[in-house]
Structure formats: C-alpha cells, structure tokens
C-alpha cells in the first residue's frame, strides 16, 4: 500500500468521525485537535439539528439550540459562517441545494423531496427572524440572559448592566487604594505584612488575588474566615515573633551551647567548618535582636536555598571531642536534640506565618471586597465573575432550581459547548445543572429526536488555567460523559478527530513525542487511569509536504535586566527581560525569513 493510498484511508476516516460527530440525534464528545475541522463541525451539527428529520420531522427550532463559546470573536465567527451557509441554501437551486445536504447528512440526494428543500431554504429567515437570534454565545452572555429572565430568583436588579474588564477594573482599584490608605493609619503592621508578601509589587498584587473569589468571601465574617484558616494550617497559638523570641530565649540551652563554644575556643586549629560552627553559636548567645540570632542559627541546619542540610555542621573530629555538638546538632545519623527542636519549630513557624500573612489579607481584602461590591451595586452592574456565580448558584440552590429548570424545560433541548478545556468548574457546574435535566424525566423521554449534549475541546490547548480552567476538571467530565452515555445507549460517541488539515507530520510528530501518555508514564495532566488505550497519533493531512520543528534555547536572565519600576502594572515585561528578548529574536529570523523567500 502506497502512502498515498493510507493518507486517503485517513482522510475517509477524518471524513467519517467528522459525520459522527456532527450526528443529530447522539450526544457526543470530541476532543478536536489543532487544526482538525471543529469550527466546521460544530456549524455542522447546528445546520443539522435545523433541518428536517427523516420522515418529514420538523428539525429543531432555531431557538432551542444553545452553543456556548469562550469568545465574543469565536461566537461572531460562528455566527457568520452558520449564516452563510443558510443564507446560501436560501438561493440555491434544486440540483445544487440536494448535492450540498447530501453532503452534510451523507444521504442519496434523490432522497430530498421538494418540501425538505423548501424546509432548508426556509430556515435563514427562520434564524433571522428568531427573537433574540441564534443562541451562539459567550458563557457570560448566557448567563445574563438567564439572570434577566429570572432577576427575582436570583437576587439581582431586573435591569442590571454588564460592566466590562476595564470598569470593573476602575472600580476595584478605587476600593482598594481607599482601602490600603486606610490601613495605614489603622493597622499598618497588617499592611506591611501584605506588601512584605507581594515582594517588589507590594500589597496591591496580593490583594488582586482576592478579586477571583470575590462571590465566595464578600461578606463574609473576618473572624470566622480566619478561625478556619488557623485551623486548616493548624498554626500555633503564639504569634511568630514570640516563637522566635521563645527559640532564642527561654528554649535555649544556653549551657550547653556556651560549653561547646568553650570547648572550641580552646582548640589552637580548627577546621573551616567548626570554626563557622563556634562563631554561629557565640553570636546566638549575644544581645542581637532574636529575629537576628535566629536566623544565624538557622543556618546551622539550613542551606542557602532553605533545605535541610545533609551533614553535621561539625567535623568528625569535633564531634569525638565534644559529645554537646554530637548531642545538639547532629543532623546525618539521626537528629540531635536542638536539629529535632529547629525542624520542627521551623515547620509552626510556617504555619503560623502563613497564618499571619492571611489573617492581614482578610483584614485588609474584606473590606476592599466590599468597597468593591458597593461600586458595583451603585452602579446596578454584574462583572464577569458575577455573572457565572450568580447563575450557578439560581440553578444549583435548593427549591429555586428545580422551577428554574422547569422553566427552561421547555426551550432548551441542545447544548454546543465549545473550547471546553478552558471551562472553569462553576462553568461546569452551569453546563452540568442543565445537561442534567436532559438526562432525566421529559429529556430522557424523546427517544425520536432526543435532546444532545455535544462538547468538544483539546486539553492539550488549555491556555486559561488563571481562570480557573483546569485540565483535570476536562478529563473529569469527559469520564462522567462517558459513564452516562454507555448506561442510556451501551455505548458513548466519541468520534476521533486526530487528521490535522492545518499542520504537517513533522510538527505533528513532535507534538505526539510531547504528550503521549507513555512518555510521561501516564497522561501529563492527570493522575487519573488515562481513558484511552492507545497513544495518541495525529494524522496529517498535508502528509506529503515537509515541515520542520525548530527548538530555540532558554534566553537565561542577566545580571543587567532592567528592574520594574514601582508603579509598573502586574503584567509589565520589561524591554530586557528573557521573554522580550527572545520575541526579538523571533521576529528578527522570521523577518530575514520573508526577505530571503522563504517559506514561513
């Protein structure tokens, strides 16, 4: 068999998987690769749920489909192509408009009667004329249709505003500022504690991460909020600085460090290490301040990088001669007494600064969260975040969801979810709530022309993990899919979509090298038993033409980078640092690239 006749068998197969996964009537799940038709497939499966069943079966009503997209672009994108593709139908004549559905269903074009052909041309107006159009929307823009259709339920104003980043962004940084000038003149060890956190970006960049969780400690008791952290961290009573005061203090044993020293400033020769050994010690016995003293001694059983040094900090030699050193600090054969005493006075003194730490971000954050709040409120408007814990929690709370879902029963009968790798898990608990009520009573019913859940997405393609999107979660749901598709129907549609129409075999190659299962002793994202027997191939449809992967060395930091200046925004680069100057470099071989034709 010649390649060329194996490239057509994959092209047949790529052709077959893009049919199944298109299928009206299945629910399927579709882990698309680069490059492998999922745009295409999902207006696909859209055109194919609008048109008529066989047997003359009305297809489903335009308002009834729902596909959820990450972007307002993506959706405008799909948008446009659905309606090309209809608005074509619309026009075109009997011979052309029965090859092109023969196309899509895979079915004899003579099977077309002449009342199907007016049904397809039928359906652009039908999508034009549909009250508030194609469902092909942002995650955001759904749940603000569904917050407005229900505001009562959901504790919202009926006639809440949708504020963008930037507003919202406005609004956080004027509760904030309010917020940190305050503190300063009524708890400023707590705001120095943050900006000691937030290293060279100060308190404003941890508290930027409270912004996240927003709707799950906004209102919140401060005292509570930090009992359960206490608690989790399970960090001592005694503040951090009365644990080091204590080390040094009363938990000293003075004497017999005081003999060692005594011992050692006896010796006429002493080796580098002991030498380093008596002066640590001598300065622990000193009136330095304890946060000083304590971490000289600390660095008896530390390294420079914080981990616990392998050897004694004592020669052998020393340590036969003085039997206190061995007693103290022996760290390689077994702890002494004050190594077992530092280890684990060392592992509360994290917890309990940690502990600190958080206790001043709830002091200072909860305030700012409500400053945050209040804009919002004054303003009647919703962020992002709002908007996807607001409709979580409508269709998840107890007695208010279940009339929810009723209500949206009735008009709801597809859901497309697209780019679902980046799906966060509130996200998922939306998709979830509704996909659910698919799988149970009425949904369940409609053996004809079911309800479907299609979901497609790429793991490999997870880039929004700042969001909460976690790959994990991805492979979670695709297991749960699976699970409730093999007890409804023996088995679940997974079409595989592994033909890459984009990219040739040798970028294709390299990305298989990079995530097979097998490299990794397992799947890189997940601890979970991988849900795929076989490793994972792409196919190239471009299987004959040369491609070529180039791998760039790591651009290291200098010692002459610039640094940030203090009011430079959380995402500054600056001009010298590694990224900048390897996008430099990119940018100059792809410009010598194009001036010397080659191809790019």
């Not at 050994?277 to 971490?295: N, W």
């Not at 001669?321 to 002494?336: I, N, R, V, W």
């Not at 009339?403 to 509130?426: C, F, M, R």
Request: hydrophobic content about 40%.
């Amino acid at each position: 068999m010649t390649d060329t006749d194996t490239l057509d068998r994959s092209y047949v197969r790529a052709q077959q998987a893009q049919a199944d996964a298109a299928l009206p009537d299945r629910s399927a799940w579709v882990e698309a690769h680069a490059g492998s038709g999922k745009t295409k497939v999902l207006i696909d499966r859209v055109a194919r749920l609008l048109l008529r069943r066989d047997g003359g079966r009305p297809g489903a009503a335009p308002d009834t489909i729902l596909c959820v997209t990450y972007t307002k672009a993506a959706a405008n994108e799909m948008l446009g192509r659905l309606f090309r593709t209809l608005g074509s139908w619309s026009v075109a004549n009997d011979e052309e408009l029965r090859a092109e559905l023969a196309r899509l269903e895979h079915r004899d074009p003579g099977s077309y009667e002449p009342s199907d052909l007016d049904a397809a041309r039928a359906l652009f107006a039908q999508a034009l004329e549909t009250p508030g159009g194609l469902r092909i929307e942002t995650i955001h823009a759904f749940c603000a249709r569904i917050l407005r259709r229900f505001p009562l339920e959901a504790r919202v104003s009926p006639g809440f505003t949708e504020i963008e980043d930037r507003e919202a962004d406005e609004l956080w940084s004027h509760a904030m500022r309010d917020e940190i000038l305050s503190a300063a003149d009524t708890d400023p060890d707590a705001l120095a504690a943050l900006s000691e956190a937030g290293g060279g970006l100060g308190a404003a960049a941890i508290l930027a991460a409270l912004r996240s969780v927003a709707t799950d400690l906004t209102g919140r008791d401060p005292d509570e909020l930090k009992s359960q952290v206490k608690d989790a961290l399970d960090a001592p009573d005694e503040s951090a600085a009365d644990l080091v005061e204590n080390a040094m203090g009363c938990d000293l044993p003075r004497a017999d460090i005081q003999a060692i020293v005594s011992l050692l400033s006896g010796e006429t020769s002493l080796k580098k290490t002991d030498a380093d050994l008596m002066d640590k010690l001598v300065d622990c016995l000193s009136t330095c301040p304890a946060e000083d003293r304590f971490d000289t001694y600390c660095s008896l059983f530390l390294t420079q990088a914080g981990d616990w040094k392998k050897s004694n900090p004592y020669t052998k030699a020393i340590g036969d001669l003085c039997t206190e050193a061995a007693a103290l600090y022996q760290m390689k054969d077994g702890d002494g007494s004050e190594a077992f005493r530092i280890r684990n006075l060392l592992e509360r003194l994290k917890a309990r600064r940690a502990y600190e730490t958080t206790a001043a971000l709830i002091d200072i954050g909860l305030p700012v969260l409500s400053g945050y709040a209040s804009g919002k409120r004054a303003r009647a408007a919703l962020d992002f975040d709002d908007l996807i814990e607001r409709t979580k929690r409508l269709l998840t709370a107890p007695g208010i969801a279940e009339w929810v879902l009723y209500k949206l029963d009735g008009g709801l009968n597809h859901i497309l979810l697209d780019e679902a790798q980046d799906t966060s898990p509130s996200q998922w608990v939306l998709i979830n709530a509704l996909v659910t009520e698919f799988r149970a009573g009425m949904g369940a019913e409609r053996a004809v022309d079911p309800r479907t859940q299609f979901t497609v997405g790429d793991k490999k393609q997870s880039i929004y993990s700042f969001q909460g999107a976690d790959p994990e979660r991805f492979l979670q749901e695709k297991q749960a899919f699976i699970a409730a598709e093999e007890s409804r129907h023996g088995q679940a549609n997974l079409p595989d979509m592994t033909m890459s129409f984009r990219s040739t075999p040798e970028v294709l190659g390299f990305v298989d090298a990079v995530f097979n299962q097998d490299s990794f002793a397992g799947d890189p994202f997940s601890d979970m038993p991988p849900d795929e027997a076989d490793e994972l191939r792409h196919v190239a449809r471009r299987g004959n033409e040369a491609g070529r992967v180039d791998l760039w060395p790591i651009t290291p930091h200098t010692e002459e980078e610039e640094g940030d200046p203090w009011d430079a925004p959380l995402d500054h680069i600056s001009e010298s640092s590694p990224r900048n100057r390897l996008a430099k470099k990119i940018a100059a071989k792809i410009r010598r690239m194009v001036d010397e034709g080659e191809p790019v």
